[in-house]
């Protein structure tokens, strides 16, 4: 599973929910996480563009890392266990109380894996692709490798182009340290340049006093 988020470009997710889990046998691994700034509303909720204008007030986004993606693999229980009698007595089916050990991905968008369409020319965009600011996102080849491994083609992952995405930078973290980081740029090359000339005299000073003394 590691090798299904390593080396992907960034997703594009545009409206994600956050996943939880319970406790039971199945095996649950994390594929994908938001950043530490979330912020999660309740449903339904009205949604406007007039956002992206707005001011970001980074102390409401508190919440820290929401899970989006989820691997889940073992024995998955029925969603119908009141419904046994009734399964049971309907003709040509067999109730099964658990399913056989398999697997599957869970994902909190389903905008993840839908094309935006050009009206113009009549065809979809590729996968991942941001008909707005033109970039390509990792969607497709995220899909693609989910694939390869609920198909039992673990090895097709390692065929992926071997390129490392730029990743954002934390934004708020740098906005919180900027003073700091401007001072230190600051301060640091000048106090290595007074240390290292208070050094070179002291030297001079140490080597041509010794001289000075054995010439006497």
């Keep these: 599973l590691r090798s299904l988020a390593d080396g992907t470009a960034t ?6 929910a956050g996943l939880d889990t319970i406790e039971n046998s199945v095996r649950k691994v994390v594929l994908l996480q938001t950043s530490p700034y979330s912020f999660r509303v309740s449903l339904p909720h009205a949604m406007s563009a007039d956002l992206m204008r707005e001011h970001i007030d980074l102390e ?10 989820l691997w889940l693999e073992g024995s998955f229980p ?13 003709g040509g089916f067999a109730f099964r109380k658990e399913s056989v050990p398999t697997a599957m991905m869970v994902v909190g968008d389903g905008d993840m894996a839908r094309n935006d369409w050009s009206a113009d020319r009549r065809v979809p965009f590729p996968l991942g692709f941001d008909r707005y600011t033109g970039q390509v996102y990792g969607n497709g ?20 182009a071997k390129t490392l995405p730029m990743r954002l930078m934390d934004k708020a973290k740098i906005e919180k ?12 090359p000048l106090g290595c340049v007074l240390l290292s000339g208070v050094l070179f005299t002291w030297g001079r000073r140490r080597r041509y006093a010794g001289c000075r003394a054995s010439n006497s």
């Design 11 to 16: 997703l594009r997710l545009q409206v994600a």
């Design 177 to 188: 340290e900027r003073r700091f980081y401007t001072v230190l740029d600051f301060v640091l």
């Design 78 to 90: 029925t969603a119908f266990p009141l419904r046994r009698p009734v399964l049971e007595n309907a």
């Design 141 to 160: 080849d995220f899909l693609l490798d989910a694939v390869h491994l609920l198909t039992g083609h673990p090895q097709w992952t390692e065929f992926k």
């Design 60 to 69: 409401r986004f508190n919440q820290g890392p929401q899970t989006v993606a």
